[in-house]
């Protein structure tokens, strides 16, 4: 799938798109992507971590320029569907904020007849959102003489260099 951005592309009735400081919920997320014609749903759940290169990371920090951000997401499921016309639902929510280890910072979802296709449009949503979504991350560690410290991660450089992000 090869990504083209138009300016305005709209989202689908039936798909989900948000950016939101609250909690994100599994089984909302499932809900929204579920669909009678569905044989599968795949969801994909990021996570924060607590530890990134062997540092321990104690909270992530998440800003996003939210209007781009949107319609990239928009961009993501029309792509999804030029390749894979059966795809019944895309559902993508990110959380910005301050976010704890263990908390959700985005979920991915896709509903399609056949698992296959489910798989693959959740990978593609998912890899292209890092590599084009204005979403950055800062990552807090906690340091050996108690201390914080902090640093931005660019998520669309971490997987162009293969850096663990």
């Avoid at 997320?29 to 969801?43: C, E």
């Avoid at 559902?91 to 976010?99: D, K, M, S, W």
């Avoid at 959700?104 to 979504?133: M, W």
Wanted: net charge negative; charged share 20%; glycine share 6%.
């Amino acid at each position: 799938m090869t990504t083209t951005f138009a300016s305005t592309v709209k989202p689908r009735a039936e798909d989900s798109f948000a950016i939101s400081f609250a909690p994100l919920s599994l089984e909302e997320i499932y809900a929204k992507s579920d669909d009678p014609a569905n044989g599968a749903v795949v969801v994909m759940s990021g996570m924060v971590r607590n530890q990134t290169d062997g540092k321990p990371v104690i909270a992530l920090e998440y800003q996003a320029y939210e209007p781009m951000a949107l319609q990239i997401f928009y961009q993501i499921a029309a792509d999804i569907r030029l390749s894979i016309s059966d795809v019944n639902r895309v559902v993508i929510h990110h959380r910005i904020g301050r976010l704890q280890v263990g908390e959700i910072s985005v979920l991915v979802a896709t509903g399609c007849p056949h698992r296959s296709e489910a798989f693959e449009a959740c990978q593609y949503a998912i890899d292209t959102l890092k590599h084009n979504a204005p979403i950055w991350k800062k990552e807090w560690y906690s340091e050996l003489d108690g201390k914080l410290s902090s640093s931005w991660v660019s998520i669309g450089a971490c997987e162009q260099s293969g850096e663990n992000c």
